[in-house]
């Protein structure tokens, strides 16, 4: 106790050192600025770590997700089931067919999707569930893919918080249909914008590279390489989701990181977990002992939430709040008729969630003295 804090303490920093910028500078030295040959290379490396056949890079995780639903097939009319508590994109993208997102409450253990609250909801609508793993602690995807495998429904994972995430020692990113993960500025791995779409299923690899560049016969980087042709030929309706080099570059070097900045993300976690272990006030989210988190966020509960966010606020600590649940946006509740009285247990945890700082550069007196402010105000 007694740690004095140096404020501003920012809720999150990347990790970029001289490598990262090195190799971002022999991008632009190299006049190969737009997908090429560093997007490609960052996705077969991306795929061998995770331990899947194909990574699919794109420019965010969205993109991922939007394309995912494509590749499945997904149709006006559909209905997808995707947790009350998530980031808006993991709704947005199932609006973009016209289709709807159905959502699932979550556990209070761990925020993820509620196994046991799934079945009630499959109709004959239902095409896809969506699990997002919440802060980087896997969802019960066994149990999610039982239930998936009796209805004959696709598993597109949401792992925007989830890179590197284990369950039973398999990473996630190899379980399911496809997985979607997020380098934005704030993730476990960060190009500044970006994503990548990771399968075993050829023909959705197949599907998702096409489509993330204008749904062209071929990639832009290959068309104008000195291998490349003039000719190509548009045979499906795509986008413009590609990921640049320049990204790649980033993205190359924070994968050869990933394990030295997952320790200390590991290092952070347990320090804060030790710190409130005898404070009845706090709760903390626990990774089953199969599992392993990423560490994305450090995620508390406490009755009074609203005052302590305040005090931290003035204290100078960068803080968070995730997520408002997707029910509470006004466009969701407009358009879907959503009732929060539905969801008992993610209200409860909204009232009540805090979103500390953890990231690799943060230093543990910084911890220390985070970790002294919430046990005096909680």
């Known amino acids: 106790m007694g740690m004095a804090l140096t404020p501003p303490i920012p809720f999150h920093k990347a990790s970029i050192g001289p490598d990262e910028i090195n190799e971002v500078v022999d991008t632009l030295t190299s006049g190969w600025l737009t997908m090429g040959p560093k997007t490609i290379a960052f996705e077969k490396e991306f795929a061998q770590v995770v331990g899947t ?11 991922c997700l939007h394309l995912a639903l494509k590749a499945i097939g997904l149709k006006a009319g559909d209905e997808v089931i995707i947790p009350t508590t998530t980031f808006v994109s993991t709704a947005e993208v199932v609006t973009y067919f016209n289709a709807t997102p159905v959502l699932c409450d979550i556990r209070e253990s761990d925020h993820n999707m509620d196994p046991t609250k799934i079945e009630p909801l499959i109709t004959k609508k239902t095409k896809a569930i969506i699990p997002v793993h919440f802060s980087g602690i896997p969802c019960d995807m066994p149990a999610i893919q039982a239930i998936a495998k009796a209805h004959q429904l696709a598993v597109i994972e949401d792992a925007a918080h989830a890179l590197p995430s284990t369950l039973n020692g398999q990473w996630i990113g190899s379980f399911s249909d496809i997985t979607c993960f997020s380098f934005y ?11 990548m779409a990771t399968t075993n299923n050829d023909e959705y690899a197949t599907s998702m590279r096409r489509n993330r560049l204008h749904g062209i016969s071929k990639d ?33 070097v924070q994968l050869k990181r990933l394990h030295e900045m997952h320790q200390k993300r590991c290092a952070i976690a347990d320090a804060y977990t030790k710190a409130f272990a ?30 302590l966010m305040a005090t931290l606020k003035d204290a100078g600590v960068g803080i968070s709040l995730h997520f408002i649940p ?20 993610a209200n409860g945890v909204y009232e009540r969630s805090i979103s500390l700082p953890i990231f690799p550069d943060l230093p543990m007196a910084d911890v220390a003295a985070i970790s002294d402010l919430v046990l005096a105000n909680a």
Not at 234 to 245: E, I, L, R, S
Not at 330 to 338: D, F, S, T
């Open 53 to 63: 056949t194909h990574a699919v890079a794109m420019n965010s995780a969205t993109a």
């Open 185 to 195: 500025a704030t993730k476990t791995l960060a190009t500044g914008e970006g994503g």
């Open 220 to 252: 832009a980087w290959n068309r104008y390489s000195d291998k490349g042709h003039w000719y190509y030929e548009a045979v499906d309706n795509g986008y413009k989701y590609n990921m640049t080099d320049i990204a790649a570059s980033l993205g190359l």
């Open 278 to 307: 005898d404070h009845p006030g706090i709760e903390v989210l626990h990774p089953a002992p199969n599992t392993q988190s990423a560490w994305h966020l450090y995620v508390i509960k406490v009755s009074q939430r609203d005052k």
């Open 326 to 345: 997707i029910y509470n946006h006004p466009y969701y509740q407009n358009r879907y008729g959503y009732h929060h009285e539905r969801y008992p247990v």
